[in-house]
């Protein structure tokens, strides 16, 4: 894979962008879902906000190569569920990206803007059947807090709260 790469921020006009990456993630829209995404699911991740929170609070950022091709996204909402803790709404990377030392690159890329913000945590949910999510993150240095029970599309699950102190 290809070492050069820059981030996109996006808006509600990036749908077909982001339709793009979730189509290539399809096995974690699987996971989540139990299908692959669609139109709906990728309007939702550039406009979704957590209660309480504004559009001014979250980020959608599309990581793309040095041709422009996307090869992943990363979503972040700023001060979630209190100050100071930023939440990592979705750190997706397309199959090809995956394993090469991307996602720590850009977790720590997250971890020193979230620094430079005020956060004194970071915080993210994973699904308790993402396996390989839950190895990521746990490496990282991220520890379970709690466990919910959420539901995506048709399917009910449970979704491990992950906490790491920057």
């Not at 090469?100 to 699904?127: E, K």
């Amino acid at each position: 894979m290809k070492r050069n790469y820059h981030v996109k921020f996006l808006n509600e006009k990036d749908t077909v962008l982001v339709e793009q990456i979730c189509a290539e993630c399809e096995d974690y829209f699987k996971i989540e879902q139990g299908r692959t995404a669609n139109s709906d699911d990728a309007r939702a991740i550039l406009t979704d906000l957590p209660e309480g929170k504004t559009r001014f609070d979250k980020f959608v950022m599309a990581i793309l190569d040095e041709e422009e091709s996307p090869i992943g996204l990363i979503d972040v909402v700023t001060d979630f569920p209190k100050k100071g803790e930023w939440i990592i709404g979705l750190l997706m990377l397309v199959p090809k990206a995956r394993k090469a030392g991307m996602g720590r690159v850009l977790h720590q890329v997250i971890q020193d803007w979230a620094m430079d913000g005020g956060a004194s945590s970071l915080r993210i949910g994973i699904l308790e059947e993402n396996e390989a999510a839950k190895g990521f993150w746990e490496h990282l240095g991220y520890q379970k807090q709690e466990e919910k029970t959420a539901q995506y599309g048709d399917k009910t699950h449970q979704v491990g709260v992950y906490t790491l102190q920057i």
